[in-house]
């Protein structure tokens, strides 16, 4: 699956919570996993950023012995391959956080199926219990509202 079909997935069947319970853990599971992926991919661009400036600061001090470190930095952020390295890093952490983002939506998701979970072994969601206790209480008031022979007013 992809980062679409687990947001697709997010909504909740409260009809169904037993199914909904299952994959709950599995797709979780499954994200952490992307996330930790993600994680490393994006410490791994952080580390060849580092390289890559080391190695142009490196260059360019060797061409110009007397330059200025401003001078130097300067030189190196606008290196080509400092820009390449830069983005690569920048769409990593993009990737992370998008990861992230979506597992604590998963974990809110689970709170969620818990309270529905409550809320179905309490019985909110039963018609049955909601159909009966309307059918009681119009029973009720209709024979309330009867007119009976007991109560005859005597004066």
């Known amino acids: 699956?992809?980062?679409?079909?687990?947001?697709?997935?997010?909504?909740?069947?409260?009809h169904n919570l037993d199914s909904e319970l299952e994959v709950q853990a599995?797709?979780?599971?499954?994200?952490?996993?992307?996330?930790?992926?993600a994680e490393r991919l994006a410490a791994d661009r952080k580390q060849t950023l580092a390289q890559v400036e080391a190695r142009l600061t490196q260059n360019y001090k060797a061409d110009e012995p007397k330059a200025n470190k401003e001078i130097i930095e300067g030189q190196v952020i606008r290196d080509r391959d400092y820009k390449d390295a830069w983005l690569d890093y920048q769409d990593a952490l993009q990737e992370q956080?998008?990861?992230?983002?979506?597992l604590e939506s998963w974990r809110q998701r689970g709170f969620s199926l818990k309270t529905l979970a409550d809320l179905h072994g309490a019985q909110y969601f039963a018609l049955d219990s909601t159909q009966r206790s309307i059918t009681?209480?119009?029973?009720?008031y209709r024979e309330e509202s009867k007119p009976t022979s007991s109560r005859v007013k005597v004066q």
């Open 1 to 14: 699956m992809n980062y679409e079909d687990y947001q697709r997935a997010l909504g909740i069947n409260k």
């Open 136 to 140: 009681t209480r119009s029973i009720r």
């Open 97 to 102: 956080s998008k990861w992230q983002r979506l």
């Open 26 to 37: 599995v797709f979780q599971e499954q994200i952490s996993e992307r996330l930790t992926k």
